[in-house]
């Protein structure tokens, strides 16, 4: 459960593509125009730092709020990246964000409105904001959130499903920052859904490596994440693929956590899924 000081009380639609709609999509007549430009990767070979994030807190106040535990979540997330970024010649990701509680709106230049479904999280490359609501969080804390109809996996949801997902959404950010996602819509993305998603699944396993190397892992936090890609993962049967399937999308993730290196992740994007 992540090194929690006290157990979590509170009472991705997650936009995550997994109907074929994807807000950062560009019109066919806008793909068409689209001058090709190269993106750039991270291109690193080397294992990345475990100690990236020296101003993390291991442990959360006794009376911390889901709103707090999401904002240390993402302050470590992008502690760690950073670095990484501007050591290796890339400008210093910026990323905004907000975290709804249930009745307020939610306000991107993706999306304005207050969701008829309010368990949402998604990136908005437009403005460079995350957002997650906080019942979206409680629904992958309790593992009440499914998308697909296979069987349930056997593992337990817990608090480090919340952390997967949102360092999933900051992943999106470092390719917008990286030029694989449009940042107007006259844009068209670089590289086909699935793989900006398998990518952006192993982005997040390098972080979870950090986290692990740092002490901070649970034993039964991978099997958090596990369970959540099992509930989250595309439908093997849809017949529009935007995401990976739950054991493509874990595979993608044990890759980056088990390599702890974002060079990893890179094929995902050069190869079409």
Not at 181 to 192: F, G, H, I, M, N
Not at 232 to 250: C, L, Y
């Amino acid at each position: 459960m992540w090194r929690k000081t006290a157990q979590i009380m509170f009472a991705l639609v997650i936009i995550l593509f997994l109907n074929g709609w994807n807000p950062l999509q560009a019109s066919p007549q806008a793909a068409e125009n689209q001058q090709a430009v190269v993106p750039q990767t991270l291109g690193l070979s080397a294992k990345e730092s475990a100690v990236a994030s020296p101003a993390f807190k291991k442990n959360l106040p006794a009376d911390y709020t889901m709103h707090d535990y999401l904002i240390y979540v993402l302050a470590d997330v992008e502690a760690f990246w950073s670095p990484i970024m501007v050591k290796d010649g890339y400008a210093k990701p910026a990323v905004t964000y907000s975290f709804p509680a249930s009745g307020e709106p939610v306000q991107t230049e993706c999306i304005i409105e207050t969701p008829i479904n309010p368990a949402q999280s998604f990136y908005c490359g437009y403005d460079d904001k995350i957002v997650m609501t906080q019942l979206m969080a409680t629904q992958l804390l309790e593992g009440t959130y499914k998308t697909n109809m296979e069987p349930q996996s056997e593992f337990k949801a817990g608090d480090f499903s919340i952390a997967f997902v949102l360092a999933h959404e900051y992943a999106h950010n470092l390719q917008t920052e990286l030029g694989w996602l449009p940042v107007t819509a006259d844009e068209a993305p670089k590289a086909t859904s699935r793989s900006i998603e398998l990518n952006a699944d192993c982005m997040t396993g390098v972080w979870a490596n950090s986290v692990n190397a740092r002490g901070l892992l649970d034993p039964t936090d991978i099997q958090e994440v596990k369970r959540t890609l099992a509930d989250i993962g595309q439908d093997p049967s849809a017949p529009n693929p935007t995401h990976g399937t739950p054991k493509e999308r874990t595979a993608a993730f044990l890759l980056g956590y088990d390599s702890g290196s974002a060079a990893s992740c890179e094929p995902y994007l050069t190869t079409p899924y």
